[in-house]
T-cell receptor, first 113, second 113 residues
Framework: KNQVEQSPQSLIILEGKNCTLQCNYTVSPFSNLRWYKQDTGRGPVSLTIMTFSENTKSNGRYTATLDADTKQSSLHITASQLSDSASYICVVSRNNYGQNFVFGPGTRLSVLP | EAQVTQNPRYLITVTGKKLTVTCSQNMNHEYMSWYRQDPGLGLRQIYYSMNVEVTDKGDVPEGYKVSRKEKRNFPLILESPSPNQTSLYFC????????????FGSGTRLTVV
């Protein structure tokens, strides 16, 4: 079964701290993996996209890693800010045309002052 | 500004009363898609369209219809809404290609009573 699992389900950290979110997938075939940030009540916004051959990709304070052998990805947030409070969604694309996506349930991150 | 526009943002309706949620994009994207998002579940695809007059079922198409008469518009139609269709709906459009960027609308929160 094609699935994307994320952990933890929710996370609370203090402003300025780092955190790492996990994504495990059983999707096959695999085309690429994306991380999205979704603010409450808004549409998801893309953070990173990685192909099979990429191990790491950064976007500002966000760094995503991918291990295609173990089918795991992580999103590391450095020096968190209050504005990082959001849900973070891991998405795996199944084919090269990009229309078949499997979404994870998301990790809800709360950054407190 | 490149965007996907959904209307309305909020809608409360009664069981059985037909409704349409509109979606429009100004990026000339060929691919468009509708998703629903429910607590604890990832975004689930309802329908997608690869181009004008080309639509296909996603993972949860029951109770929904779509049309794609022109490239920019992709309305979602609920012919006879039921309470289990109460959800947060997102329209999205995507650049051509496996790694094309995905742009989501701001969402429509639908409540069926």
């Amino acid at each position: 079964k094609n699935q994307v699992e994320q952990s933890p389900q929710s996370l609370i950290i203090l402003e300025g701290k780092n955190c790492t979110l996990q994504c495990n997938y059983t999707v096959s075939p695999f085309s690429n993996l994306r991380w999205y940030k979704q603010d409450t009540g808004r549409g998801p916004v893309s953070l990173t996209i990685m192909t099979f051959s990429e191990n790491t990709k950064s976007n500002g304070r966000y760094t995503a890693t991918l291990d295609a052998d173990t089918k795991q990805s992580s999103l590391h947030i450095t020096a968190s800010q209050l504005s990082d409070s959001a849900s973070y969604i891991c998405v795996v694309s199944r084919n090269n045309y990009g229309q078949n996506f499997v979404f994870g349930p998301g990790t809800r991150l709360s950054v407190l002052p | 500004e490149a965007q996907v526009t959904q209307n309305p943002r909020y809608l409360i309706t009664v069981t059985g009363k037909k409704l349409t949620v509109t979606c429009s994009q100004n990026m000339n994207h060929e691919y468009m898609s509708w998703y629903r998002q429910d607590p604890g579940l990832g975004l689930r695809q309802i329908y997608y369209s690869m181009n004008v007059e080309v639509t296909d079922k996603g993972d949860v198409p029951e109770g929904y219809k779509v049309s794609r008469k022109e490239k920019r518009n992709f309305p979602l139609i609920l012919e006879s809404p039921s309470p289990n269709q109460t959800s947060l709906y997102f329209c999205a459009s995507k650049e051509t290609g496996a790694y094309g960027g995905y742009t989501f609308g701001s969402g429509t929160r639908l409540t069926v009573v």
